[in-house]
């Protein structure tokens, strides 16, 4: 099993551009992550999904940031319009269907800069 | 809202002395506690979690839920434990999204 695939590795875009972040979470998994690593706020969880639904999208900054789903092996983080200060490492990570403390794996992140 | 403390953003040691990173939570329920780890160019990955109260690479962390802390210690540190370390909380029990502190880098010097 090849992990967490994220996709690209590292974007480099001028602000005002749309900028779409691809996840393929560990098959067979059922919850999926988004967090967002800055060097002042560190780790924080955007949103998650179980089964393909958003359950908590509490850790979303702005309406700019949107996240789907639309299969149990795909998700996207779309940030539109982008700014500067949304320049961080994206992770995506994903687990098994819960039963207490299972671990989530995640991806190796995409390095977002946006000019 | 929970909240996890690393107070250290650095930490060197020297190889062989013993290593304790340290972690502090707050959080009104019971908390479910892990230790995750990112080495050089490698992804993030669980090192432990405080239910399983095992021994990674020969790392403990012992939960104390009068301190509200979840230390990482290792007796005799090697070279290779250089990396990132980070400390994490998931309130649910079920697979909630985890609060991570604000990591460790960990290095030990020869």
């Known amino acids: 099993d090849a992990g967490v695939i994220q996709s690209p590795r590292h974007e480099v875009t001028e602000m005002g551009q749309e900028v779409t972040l691809r996840c393929k979470p560990i098959s067979g998994h059922d919850y999926l992550f988004w967090y967002r690593q800055t060097m002042m706020r560190g780790l924080e969880l955007l949103i998650y999904f179980n089964n393909n639904v958003p359950i908590d999208d509490s850790g979303m900054p702005e309406d700019r940031f949107s996240a789907k789903m639309p299969n149990a092996s795909f998700s996207t983080l779309k940030i539109q319009p982008s700014e500067p200060r949304d320049s961080a490492v994206y992770f995506c990570?994903?687990?098994?269907?819960?039963?207490?403390?299972?671990?989530?794996?995640f991806g190796d992140g995409t390095r977002l800069s946006i000019l | 809202a929970q909240r996890v403390t690393q107070p250290e953003k650095l930490l060197s040691v020297f190889k062989g002395a013993p290593v304790e990173l340290k972690c502090n939570y707050s959080y009104s329920g019971s908390p479910e506690l892990f230790w995750y780890v990112q080495y050089s160019r490698q992804r993030l990955q669980l090192l432990l979690r405080h239910i399983s109260r095992e021994s990674i690479k020969g790392f403990t962390a012992d939960l104390n839920k009068g301190e509200t802390s979840f230390h990482l210690k290792k007796p005799f540190a090697q070279e290779e434990d250089s990396a990132m370390y980070y400390c994490?909380?998931?309130?649910?029990?079920?697979?909630?999204?985890?609060?991570f502190g604000k990591g460790t880098h960990l290095i030990i010097q020869p």
């Open positions: 994490a909380l998931r309130t649910g029990g079920g697979a909630d999204g985890l609060t």
């Open positions: 990570a994903s687990s098994p269907r819960h039963g207490g403390n299972q671990p989530q794996h």
